[in-house]
């Protein structure tokens, strides 16, 4: 079945601690992305990929990692994670064909930063 | 960058209605408009798009209108049913930004029966 599968879906944690949100997709997609989704704001794009080794960043970049060693995966890093950074945060992927085309969404993880 | 401006924020409508939701772009280099649904705690969901070259476009109930030049597309939804409640998310993007897809903030839209 082809999906976006991110990991974890619900995750509580403490201010500074580390943590990695992983995105993997079996759809041999180029373009990644990774939005995060707060009330009233929609999605607002952090980093994206168009390629491996590619990455980019979007809107709302501060305080996140992102690398892109193979074309399945596409973590999502917090360094040092802070209470504005509690969203719920969605990991996408698209078939980049030199235009844009349907985003596949990940289920979406909750992250809740105390 | 981009900016997407999305009108109303909420719309509530009678079962059978018609909804219409507006979306404004600011760069006039934007050439693919989807549009896409989220149910109640899933993820966002493409449900039609439109590309520059083509000022409407219909599947079933759905239908996207494009103006270029005064650059707002527009979604609507006829025979309006229950399950059609949802947030509903425009977005633009712009081929020479890499594929920017900005979104415009979400409209939530419930039907009554």
């Known amino acids: 079945e082809a999906q976006v599968t991110q990991n974890p879906r619900y995750l509580i944690t403490v201010t500074g601690k580390k943590l990695t949100v992983t995105c993997s997709q079996n759809?041999?997609?180029?373009?990644m992305s990774w939005y995060r989704q707060d009330p009233g704001l929609g999605l607002r794009q952090i980093y994206y990929?168009?390629?491996?080794?590619?990455?980019d960043k979007g809107d709302v970049p501060e305080g996140y990692k992102v690398s892109r060693k193979e074309k399945r995966n596409f973590p999502l890093i917090l360094e040092s994670p802070s209470p504005n950074q509690t969203s719920l945060y969605f990991c996408?992927?698209?078939?980049?064909?030199?235009?844009?085309?349907?985003?596949?969404f990940g289920e979406g993880s909750r992250l809740t930063v105390l | 960058g981009e900016n997407v401006e999305q009108h109303p924020s909420t719309l509530s409508v009678q079962e059978g209605d018609s909804a219409v939701i507006k979306c404004t772009y600011s760069d006039s280099a934007s050439n693919y408009f989807p549009w896409y649904k989220q149910e109640l705690g899933k993820r966002p969901q493409l449900i039609i798009d439109i590309r520059s070259n083509v000022g409407e476009k219909k599947d079933q109930r759905i239908a996207v209108t494009l103006n270029k030049t005064a650059k707002h597309f527009s979604l609507h939804i006829t025979e309006t049913q229950p399950e059609d409640s949802a947030v509903y998310f425009c977005a633009a993007s712009t081929l020479f930004s890499g594929y920017a897809l900005n979104f415009g903030k979400g409209t939530s839209l419930l039907v009554t029966p």
């Open positions: 759809m041999n997609h180029e373009y």
């Open positions: 990929s168009m390629n491996v080794e590619v990455t």
């Open positions: 996408a992927s698209s078939l980049w064909q030199g235009f844009a085309g349907e985003l596949f």
